[in-house]
C-alpha cells in the first residue's frame, strides 16, 4: 500500500498523547509531543488513513497540533482539546545502552479523567489499534467499534 492510498480502510489509533522531558546519554529534549498515539498514528499514516482518538488538556501546546496537524492521512476530529484539564506528562532518564530507562516523574492529567468520546463518524472503522493506555480504558473503547474486524493492543506498565 502506498503512501497515498486513501482508498484504504480509516485505522484508528486511540490512547495517549503526552508532554515529555526526555534525557539521553547524547542530550535532552523538554516538553517534546510525546505518548504511543502521537508516535503510532504518525507512523501509520504513510501507510493509509488514521483517525486519531485521545484527549489533551489547555495546556497542550499549538505548536504540537500543528505537528500532529501536518501528517495529511491523519484525521485529527476525535483530538479532544479539555478546556480546564492539564496534558499527560511524562519525563524519563535513559541509560547508556538506551534499553533502560528510568521514569523520572508521571503526571496523569487527562488519563486520570473520562477516556475519550469516539465520534460517530469514526464508530464505522474495521481496524482499530488501542495505543498504550490502561487496559480498562482499552477495553471499554473497543465498544465504540462494533464491526471492527482486527483489534491491536499495546501494553502497559501497572
Not at 539521553?24 to 504518525?42: D, N, Q, R, V
Request: charged share 20%; net charge negative; aromatic share 8%.
Amino acid at each position: 500500500m502506498s503512501a497515498n492510498n486513501t482508498a484504504a480502510s480509516p485505522l484508528v489509533v486511540t490512547g495517549t498523547i503526552g508532554i515529555d522531558t526526555v534525557y539521553t546519554p547524547s542530550g535532552h529534549a523538554e516538553s517534546t509531543l510525546g505518548g504511543s498515539c502521537t508516535y503510532f498514528a504518525a507512523a501509520a499514516s504513510f501507510f493509509g488513513p488514521v483517525r486519531l482518538v485521545a484527549a489533551v488538556g489547555d495546556d497542550f501546546p499549538e505548536e504540537h497540533c500543528r505537528t500532529i496537524r501536518h501528517f495529511a492521512n491523519i484525521d485529527a476530529g476525535g483530538l479532544e482539546v479539555r478546556p480546564g484539564s492539564k496534558t499527560f506528562r511524562w519525563g524519563g532518564k535513559y541509560h547508556d545502552n538506551m534499553d533502560r530507562r528510568d521514569t523520572l516523574f508521571t503526571e496523569l492529567g487527562v488519563l486520570a479523567e473520562a477516556p475519550p468520546k469516539v465520534p460517530e463518524r469514526f464508530r464505522d472503522s474495521r481496524h482499530v489499534f488501542l495505543a498504550n493506555t490502561h487496559p480498562e480504558v482499552q477495553i471499554g473503547l473497543l465498544d465504540a467499534f462494533p464491526n471492527r474486524a482486527l483489534a491491536v493492543a499495546d501494553t502497559m506498565d501497572l
